[in-house]
């Protein structure tokens, strides 16, 4: 959870100069950093805070109740450089989700060289929270044993995060998708061995590059289609910024 809070920190610190009132004298350089830093420093405490009142608390209190944590919150990021320029990597960034399935494939996709498209969209958990978009596409025609009476088949996929404050981060994906238990046309599914790489990034995140693993579990919904409940979780083994 620190790492992320502190890749959101130094992120913030990037944003513009906030423009002066009109009528009042310039603020020489060093000042104006200053007031920036304070205000950037603020306003993203403020965001940070409102996502999750109770991690925000345990992430930056230091008290016996963790009432100074947003002061605490502020003092740290504005005691901070700018880090406009510089290139930050972050190690073992585990970032969880929950999601519904908005598509399970088109009736007959199984036996298609196209394969299933599975798609699905949800929210990040977490003090950063945010929301993300998946799509998965299944080779069912390649499928082979799970050992208990279904199938697993090679998957790939791409995901992007939506990030508040920061911006986007999308990773190209792969792995195996296995049905859980015996074969049906409404079971479970798990993704194993998944695999991710960063492609591409917008915002604070424009020249991002990464990788990690990734793993999620796809409970049955109404129908086989459409409903299911997605949880996921994947982890940025490296995660490099340049801000």
Same mark, same amino acid.
């Given at each position: 959870? $620190?790492?992320?809070?502190?890749?959101?920190?130094?992120?913030?610190?990037?944003?513009?100069?906030?423009?002066?009132?009109?009528?009042?004298?310039?603020?020489?350089?060093?000042?104006?950093?200053?007031?920036?830093?304070?205000?950037?420093?603020?306003?993203?405490?403020?965001?940070?805070?409102?996502?999750?009142? +109770?991690?925000?608390?345990?992430?930056?209190?230091?008290?016996?109740?963790?009432?100074?944590?947003? #002061?605490?919150?502020?003092?740290?990021?504005?005691?901070?450089?700018?880090?406009?320029?510089?290139?930050?990597?972050? +190690?073992?960034?585990?970032?969880?989700?929950?999601?519904?399935?908005?598509?399970?494939?088109?009736?007959?996709?199984?036996?298609?060289?196209?394969?299933?498209?599975?798609?699905?969209?949800?929210?990040?958990? #977490?003090?950063?929270?945010?929301?993300?978009?998946?799509?998965?596409?299944?080779?069912? +025609?390649?499928? $082979?044993?799970?050992?208990?009476?279904?199938?697993?088949?090679?998957?790939?996929?791409?995901?992007?995060?939506?990030?508040?404050?920061?911006?986007?981060?999308?990773?190209?994906?792969?792995?195996?998708?296995?049905?859980?238990?015996?074969?049906?046309?409404?079971?479970?599914?798990?993704?194993?061995?998944?695999?991710?790489?960063?492609?591409?990034?917008?915002?604070?995140?424009?020249?991002?590059?990464?990788?990690?693993?990734?793993?999620?579990?796809?409970?049955?919904?109404?129908?086989?289609?459409? #409903? #299911?409940?997605?949880?996921?979780?994947?982890?940025?083994?490296?995660?490099?910024?340049?801000?």
């Amino acid at each position: 959870m $620190t790492k992320t809070l502190l890749l959101f920190a130094v992120a913030a610190l990037c944003l513009p100069l906030a423009a002066s009132a009109h009528g009042k004298p310039p603020i020489k350089p060093h000042n104006a950093h200053t007031v920036a830093v304070a205000k950037n420093s603020a306003w993203l405490c403020k965001s940070l805070r409102a996502q999750d009142t +109770k991690a925000f608390a345990t992430a930056y209190g230091k008290n016996h109740n963790l009432k100074n944590a947003y #002061g605490k919150c502020v003092a740290s990021h504005a005691r901070a450089k700018s880090l406009h320029g510089k290139t930050l990597t972050f +190690k073992n960034i585990t970032v969880n989700s929950t999601g519904t399935v908005t598509s399970g494939g088109a009736s007959g996709c199984q036996f298609t060289d196209a394969g299933c498209t599975l798609t699905s969209t949800g929210t990040l958990n #977490g003090i950063a929270g945010g929301t993300y978009s998946s799509t998965w596409t299944i080779l069912w +025609k390649q499928a $082979t044993s799970n050992g208990t009476g279904g199938y697993c088949a090679p998957a790939t996929g791409t995901t992007t995060l939506t990030l508040p404050i920061v911006g986007t981060l999308t990773k190209t994906e792969q792995g195996t998708v296995c049905e859980v238990g015996a074969t049906g046309t409404n079971v479970e599914h798990t993704l194993t061995n998944g695999t991710f790489t960063v492609s591409s990034g917008t915002g604070m995140l424009t020249n991002s590059t990464g990788n990690g693993t990734v793993s999620f579990d796809q409970k049955p919904g109404a129908t086989d289609a459409t #409903g #299911g409940v997605v949880t996921g979780s994947e982890t940025f083994q490296n995660l490099t910024v340049q801000l």
